[in-house]
């Protein structure tokens, strides 16, 4: 399963990626969407895959049982699952907000703060 | 989306998924749950209520100002942390009170960790609630 | 003194009068200290400032710095007087007050510090708020323009300095300049140093070629004027290099470089002096004179040399601000300072051609003033110095055109019949009087008094050279070389002063300026930086991303093959429906996002990748995880539905046109994703945290589930930070949508 979670990594981080560098900045909200994914489930993988053993303790004990998953990267990607849904919903306001004073969603046409085109 | 069965429904449902948030809340030192996901649990609450009844019907619902919430919350995780100074630990040491606690049986535990879980739910249920409430609102 | 506050709106109010009071009170506390200075004494005090980086703030009075400290606070006290009515009512006094004191801190800083780098920040102090006096009239484009000028240069020779000091605390171990033992002549790092060092003195203090900022520097108010460019600021690069003269002085290159520079400066800038009609001008350019001989004295390095060097820095403070004092009383009593028009002021302003006449003897180097004492000790330097014939010479060239000057400013305007000026002239009032006046008068009682000034001359001397001097100052002794040169010096003097109208419009002829390609070097900088600007900003936000994501791939596949990662491929033997489906999920939900037409396909394919990576979490024993990327799930596509009603449609030819190099690039960076992954995957886990967490979480924070025990317990701080930035996130968002004026689209 471990090369799975690999390839799965990459084909997300890869659409991400592409996403990202379209001039359409709805599509690039949504490959930021994907790639926060992708960070959370790298992280998670490379803590190590330990199938249906989740890190609790029974009642009454004082240690999980042996085998138990890794529960260090679990904390992280918890956490990070919330900040990225911060940082979504912030980037989808400014997105929001950027279509209602520019009238365009296509970042080559946000020109407002930028110099006279060189292009 | 208003329609008559989704308005009673929701009623109900409103409430069933508060108290299941902050039952996900309070056990959430022993088994999965917590802060977090009580505190999203408790939002998609009211954001049901808010589709069903609007949302100026939810912010009366609610009472307090999800913004408020947000940063009462954030107060209260600060407040916990700093209360580990009081006995001489360092910060963000939790401090237990074990209620009625005998040898066999732990009683009731409260705990300053207890106050910064109750703060964690609090800053994710007004701060996700404040943006859907906002963005609602604004389209 | 003025501090006796019966009229203090008369001298500007309160911050009149405190910045009359302070500057005072600092030069009577300097001055305490003069009997035990003389006396041979270096007093120090000692203010740890930053340890780590062994920077104290140690004050280092001795004699050079305490001749400097009393010449500033001096004469600081005075101009600030003169201030408080010739600026009394300007709408920006205070501000002026205020820039006029950080200046002041800053130049008293800048002399008192025994270490470099704590030197180097009051250097950098009196940079930047003499920038802000000389811009003082900010709604001039040239005061602006002169302002930005000094700045620039003295700044950049401040960088310079800055290497400078680095080298040195490498070279010698410590910042400490008392704490230098020995010269570094012969250190590997001398000719880097030398060179530093050097660069910031001469845009300091004006040295040729970097000159031109002074003169225009003029644009200043006159007090500012006369306090910057006579007693204090030019002469922090004098200061600079007088202070290093024993660490880094006596070579040959020192003393060439010292000695043409200097000399060059002196001779150029005296010549420069006759061409002007602007009185201020001229005083501008023999301030040039003066720092260039300071220099090349300081270059020569004998005894004699030192000696007449720190004579004439107080000599010459004291006549150059009296007559930039008066030049400034001339103005605002006549309206104009051109040398062409004033003449016959004598009568209606008879203290102020007091002042300006025994000033401006001193500067002439006439007898018995003190400017006399002055030259003839640098004549007396000169004819014993190495390369005789340049210093003299030198020397000789400036002082005759000194004379002329001198003429020039003060005596002309002052006698003859009167002739029309803007204004009817009349005398100033007396807070402009009082510094002119007692400036001169000091000039007159030190030169008939010579013995008085040997109190400070003496241990500044000695400060210099390094090692004891004997200094003995007189008016006359007897009929030697210095004195015959000195009577040459006045009759050329007088015969060239006869003729400086003929001499003033034959070199009027002879123009080297320095302002345009001054100009033309800025506007090409200006120039550069908006072309690569409009390289690298372009101002379109997917080439940023496409740079960004280039850059990361790049350093990441070379720190990839650097460390020889290899990614081994685990056996696929263990696979189970669950997986493979899971797998399915995710690549087409991934690739249907890339590459729809749909937004709300594409916000549907969005939510199945996120339940696949839930799947993955629960599969995985990851309850709390996959729960909470199932909510965040649901609460994105509610907000992504919400947005949607109000933004348009993707465009549909997106499909049909691949962006070719954005494939490329995307497909190169997921490729490395998944070999990184394998390659952590094979390598062995350290599990050390996660066993203490597995042992620790119930007996110590009597909690079972080791991931919320985690966040709230023993990580809670982290978690703290986190709930911040998402409340933060939140109401940013929030202020983005109520807060904004919405402009019509």
Known sequence: ?119 | MTSLIVRAATRLLVGLLLLFSIWMLLRGHNEPGGGFIGGLIGATGFILYAVAHGSKAAREALRLDPRSIAVGGLGLALLAGVAGFLPGDGLFAGQWLFIGATETDKGTPLSTILLFDLGVYLVVLGSVLALVFALEEEV | MADDGTDRRFLGGPAGWISILLPFGLFLWFAQHIPAVAGGAVLRWDVEWIPSLGVTLGILLDGLSLSFALLISGIGALVTLYSASYLGGHPHYVRFVCYLMAFMTGMLGLVLSDNLLALFVFWEVTTVSSYLLIGFNADEAKSRRNALQALVVTGTGGLAFLAGIVLIGTAAGTFSISAIEGSLADHALYLPIFWLVIAGAFSKSAQFPLHFWLPNAMAAPTPVSAYLHSATMVKGGVYLLARMNPSLGGTDLWFWTLAIAGGFTAVFASVLAIRQTDIKQVLAYTTLMALGTLVLFIGVGTDYALEAAMAFLLVHSFYKAALFLMIGVVDHGTGTRDATVLRGLGRAMPVTMLAAMLAAASMAGLPPLFGFVGKEFLYKAALGAPAMIWVTGCIFAASVLMFVAAGIAAWRPFTGPLAETPVEPHEGPWPMLAGPVLLSVLGLAFGLMPDWAEALVAPAATAVAGRPVEVDLYLFKEVNAAFVLSLVTFATGFVLYLLHGRLRSGLARFKPRFDPGWDRLMDGVAAGAAGLTGLIQTGRLRRYIFVTFLALGLSTAVAVWRAGLSPEIPPLDDLEVKHWSVLTFILAGALLTAFTNSRMTAVAALGVVGIGVALVFIIFGAPDVAITQLLVEVLQVVLVAVAMLKLPYLNHEYVKTVRGWDLLLAISIGAMTTVILLAVQAAPLDLELTAFFEEASAPLAFGRNIVNVILVDFRALDTFGEIAVVAVAALGAYALLKGVRRPSP
């Open chain 1, 1 to 119: 399963m471990e090369f799975l979670v690999a390839l799965m990594c990459g084909v997300m981080v890869a659409a991400a990626v592409y996403l990202m560098l379209a001039r359409n900045v709805l599509r690039f909200l949504f490959g930021l969407i994907l790639i926060s994914n992708a960070a959370n489930l790298l992280i998670f993988a490379s803590g190590g895959l330990t199938p249906e053993s989740p890190p609790l303790i029974e009642y009454g004990m004082d240690a999980p049982p042996e085998g138990v998953a890794n529960a260090l990267p679990q904390a992280l990607v918890l956490t990070a699952i919330v900040i990225g849904f911060g940082l979504f919903a912030f980037a989808l306001v400014l997105v929001y907000r950027a279509y209602q004073t520019m009238g365009t969603l296509d970042s080559d046409e946000m020109r407002l703060a930028e110099p006279e085109d060189r292009a």
